[in-house]
């Protein structure tokens, strides 16, 4: 007999929502409130998934039907010089983000977690991103539209203003927008008896 499974995104990004969506699998959505603090003990790599870990440990606890769910839960955080950039706290934070950021490369990692059962899932995807140098009143122009203080480094690649300073990425682009799309999509599908169309 076919079983039946949910699969629940740990998350309410909108980002993420839509991309999930491209890969074709009916979802619902929970948000479970965790600590995101890093670990300094840990490697960047080693913090994204352990959040991504405990995002979906906590989600799960929130679904009614554990043995019939599949929860996806993942975090990403930009990466400069070993150190990680969270989201920025004002406009402030975000424009030395930026200053520093601009003019160079970085690394955005993604961890993720695929958890249903006793069976669990979770690795990390990075992806380097190299910006142009971008003058300090663009800078403040981009803060001002777009206001990205939800977001890991500052900046939404896929936001208007900002597609005119990315010089160049090495791997996932889906990464760097929050969820690195086919990696998921490769853990997901043991769980699931058909293909999405």
Same mark, same amino acid.
């Given at each position: 007999?076919?079983?039946?499974?949910?699969?629940?995104?740990?998350? +309410?990004?909108?980002?993420?929502?839509?991309?999930? !969506?491209?890969?074709?699998?009916?979802?619902?959505?929970?948000?479970?409130?965790?600590?995101?603090?890093?670990?300094?003990?840990?490697?960047?790599?080693?913090?994204?998934? +352990?959040?991504?870990?405990?995002?979906?440990? #906590?989600?799960?606890?929130?679904?009614?039907?554990?043995?019939?769910?599949?929860?996806?839960?993942?975090?990403?955080?930009?990466?400069?010089?070993?150190?990680?950039?969270?989201?920025?706290?004002?406009?402030?934070?975000?424009?030395?983000?930026?200053?520093?950021?601009?003019?160079?490369?970085?690394?955005?990692?993604?961890?993720?977690?695929?958890?249903?059962?006793?069976?669990?899932?979770?690795?990390?995807?990075?992806?380097?991103?190299?910006?142009?140098?971008?003058?300090?009143?663009?800078?403040?122009?981009?803060?001002?539209?777009?206001?990205?203080?939800?977001? #890991?480094? !500052?900046?939404?690649?896929?936001?208007?203003?900002?597609?005119?300073?990315?010089?160049?990425?090495?791997?996932?682009?889906?990464?760097?927008?929050?969820?690195?799309? !086919?990696?998921?999509?490769?853990?997901?599908?043991?769980?699931?008896?058909?293909?999405?169309?």
């Amino acid at each position: 007999m076919e079983r039946t499974l949910t699969l629940v995104l740990a998350s +309410q990004s909108p980002r993420r929502k839509e991309l999930l !969506s491209l890969a074709g699998f009916p979802f619902e959505t929970v948000s479970a409130d965790i600590d995101e603090t890093f670990d300094p003990r840990l490697t960047p790599e080693e913090n994204v998934m +352990q959040i991504s870990i405990r995002k979906a440990e #906590a989600s799960l606890e929130l679904v009614r039907e554990h043995e019939a769910t599949v929860i996806l839960a993942a975090d990403t955080t930009v990466v400069l010089d070993g150190k990680p950039l969270g989201k920025p706290v004002d406009s402030a934070d975000a424009f030395e983000m930026l200053t520093s950021l601009q003019g160079r490369s970085h690394e955005v990692l993604t961890g993720y977690t695929v958890m249903h059962g006793d069976k669990t899932v979770t690795g990390c995807v990075k992806t380097i991103v190299e910006l142009e140098p971008i003058p300090a009143d663009e800078i403040s122009r981009y803060i001002d539209t777009m206001r990205p203080f939800d977001k #890991a480094g !500052s900046y939404g690649i896929q936001d208007p203003l900002f597609a005119c300073f990315v010089r160049g990425i090495e791997g996932c682009y889906y990464n760097v927008v929050g969820l690195p799309v !086919s990696k998921v999509c490769a853990a997901l599908k043991p769980f699931f008896t058909s293909r999405p169309e």
